[in-house]
């Protein structure tokens, strides 16, 4: 039988959106509910496997890794891009690496829970009312307030639409900004700096990469307004994590709401988890009952096209 393994099932969930006991006859699944300490230990415990089944940017799938897994055939992923995959040496191996469908709104919504909850300190009052405590701080109004999207692509342009509906200024900045949903959206297209500088809400739509890593640093953050602040359900590596830290430790922005970061999950001894300034949520951007079913089940899907030799949604 063909050696499956899940991998980083966090929440131990798969198999509620797949029955794999009937898929048991055709294949010897084992589920990863922890990530791997390290790559050393991935290697040691994947070895004997032919397929990976892999949720997008938790386990890098590295050179390294597809070298040195002498059995491995087929890699199968959340997505239909996986940035932490080497794509280069699964094709040199003869690897078939697969993808699956996703909601983007998943993102757009959890962007609007993190500004929503920044604006009216909900962190704070939650906490507080746990406590006894009443009306302990004051809110903000999203109506009249700026906007500044950093990037305008399928999320992006979401976000831009509901802060439209909220009544506010929508302005956005990218190295190949769209001038044409600019104006299809009524978003003021602008430089990097102005962004910067005059937004009360960036909220990060980018992909990751070496192109915008680090795009936002201490030069950024001193520019922008001390009662601005920060979102990222993007990736990790765009806003350098220490300069994070500082920016907010010595309230340079008000706050920032963040999903993603540089090394998952998040340590818990990183700073960020004790700033009251920071509104922080495990990488749920992408993880609803809806994307779970698409997923699983795709990927299933394409295993089995795979061993079938006629491979779906094959990640070039």
């Known amino acids: 039988m063909l050696k499956v393994a899940i991998l980083d099932d966090y ?11 009937k898929l048991s006859g055709k294949y010897e699944i084992k589920i990863f509910s922890e990530p791997f300490e390290d790559e050393a230990d991935a290697l040691d415990k994947l070895s004997d496997f032919e397929a990976l089944l892999i949720m997008r940017e938790r386990t890098p799938i590295t050179k390294n890794l597809i070298e040195n897994l002498t059995n491995l055939k087929f890699i199968i992923t959340s997505g239909s891009t996986n940035k932490s995959i080497d794509l280069d040496a699964a094709k040199k191996k003869g690897i078939i690496v697969c993808g699956t469908e996703s909601n983007d709104n ?4 959890l962007t609007w829970a993190l500004i929503l909850g920044l604006a009216r300190n909900l962190k704070e009052e939650i906490d507080n009312m746990y406590q006894g405590y009443w009306q302990t701080s004051v809110g903000l109004e999203l109506k009249g307030k700026i906007l500044g999207l950093i990037g305008l692509g399928v999320v992006g342009s979401q ?20 001038l044409d949903t600019c104006k299809e959206l009524d978003v003021l297209p602008c430089s990097k700096e102005d962004l910067i500088k005059n937004s009360d809400f960036i909220s990060i739509h980018v992909k990751g990469g070496e192109r915008y890593k680090n795009c936002i640093t201490l030069k950024e953050f001193d520019k922008m307004k001390k009662t601005s602040f920060l979102i990222n359900t993007s990736r990790g590596s765009i806003v350098n994590e220490d300069d994070l830290i500082i920016a907010l430790s010595t309230n340079e922005i008000a706050g920032a709401g963040i999903d993603v970061f540089e090394k998952e999950p998040l340590g818990e ?3 960020l988890r004790f700033l009251p300034n920071a509104l922080l949520t495990p990488h749920i951007g992408f993880v609803t009952a809806e994307n779970y079913n698409i997923f699983y089940n795709q990927m299933i899907e394409a295993l089995e096209s795979c061993v079938n030799n006629n491979p779906i949604r094959i990640l070039k």
Not at 159 to 178: R, T
């Open 11 to 21: 929440q131990n969930i798969s198999q509620q959106f797949v029955d794999l006991e």
């Open 106 to 109: 998943s993102t757009s919504e």
């Open 159 to 178: 976000v831009a639409k509901i802060g439209k509906a909220f009544g506010m200024q929508v302005m956005a900045w990218s190295e190949n900004l769209n």
């Open 269 to 271: 001894n990183n700073k």
